[in-house]
Nanobody, 115 residues
Framework: QVQLVESGGGLVQAGGSLRLACAAS????????MGWYRQVSGRARELAASIDNRGGTQYARAVRGRFTISGDFAKKTAYLQMDSLKPEDTGEYYC?????????WGQGRQVTVSL
């Protein structure tokens, strides 16, 4: 069984910062990518940022320049530093990890950005 445990997030005023952390455990090995997805403003879940095991990163256009993803694949952890947050970043954020067998999901963390 694979478990992704997320922490961080919460409530912040616009312009502030939050950090999300994710740790994978269980029957998951040879992780080749980890990422953060988000569901905001009634939209479908979408990729916010991802990182692969060679350090390559991808960002959604809406968060590029404000969010930074990092990861330690040996420790099976990933982080999302979110700066200059905007009210439209409000939503549920989900960690994901991929190995050759499957893609696994965390339970989600709420991020709320107030005016």
């Amino acid at each position: 069984q694979v478990q992704l445990v997320e922490s961080g997030g919460g409530l912040v005023q616009a312009g502030g910062s939050l950090r999300l952390a994710c740790a994978a455990s269980g029957s998951i090995s040879r992780i080749h990518a980890m990422g953060w997805y988000r569901q905001v403003s009634g939209r479908a879940r979408e990729l916010a940022a991802s990182i692969d095991n060679r350090g390559g990163t991808q960002y959604a256009r809406a968060v590029r320049g404000r969010f930074t993803i990092s990861g330690d694949f040996a420790k099976k952890t990933a982080y999302l530093q979110m700066d200059s947050l905007k009210p439209e970043d409000t939503g549920e954020y989900y960690c994901a990890a991929e190995d050759p067998a499957d893609k696994y999901w965390g339970q989600g963390r709420q991020v709320t950005v107030s005016l």
